[in-house]
């Protein structure tokens, strides 16, 4: 039996991929002021960098999952296997993850939203800026949504990723690889 993904080092993991991720998108908004400049050109942008960010995030979550269900335990009781896996992992690996997150949106609630608590929260949460909104009665839900949406994806990530379970493996390669017809020789 090997051993088990450490949840700290897959969560560090998850923390660089977001800085990583929130890097990238700064740098390219200038490149991207046309499109950004507008509300729903922000949205698309947004929309771009969240999916990069969270499909990312997903299988670093998947990996760790798929390598903890290599190294299950099963145990044989009256003709019954039963594998002995903690899916509560996955949520710790993405509350762990969240930490930073979770910090900046209990500093901006508790700062009203306001100067550089909110700044900073922007900057943390830059590929998900345009779904922030700027509107007031929104705008703190939005980000309570926004940090809890990483934590909530790590959940089915670790489950699929226990069970091998990919459908970029079971269907990709069929779109990829369609059968030609055959040539018939005349």
Known sequence: MGKF???FLV???LFGIQLIVVFASVMLMPTFYALIESNTGIKVYSSITAFVFLSSYY???WDAGKKDGKHVKVYNKHNEDKIQLDYKKGII?????????IIGLIALIAASASGLTNTIYRILQSTFMGWLGNDNLTYIPNC????L????LSI???ITGTKEFSLTD???PKIIYKKKPKKKNK
């Open 5 to 7: 993904t450490n949840p």
């Open 11 to 13: 969560a560090l993991k």
């Open 59 to 61: 299988s670093r979550v």
């Open 93 to 101: 690996i993405g509350l762990i993850a969240a930490i930073p997150n």
């Open 144 to 147: 309570v949504i926004v940090t």
């Open 149 to 152: 949406i990483p934590i909530l």
């Open 156 to 158: 089915p990530a670790y």
């Open 170 to 172: 079971k269907y990709l």
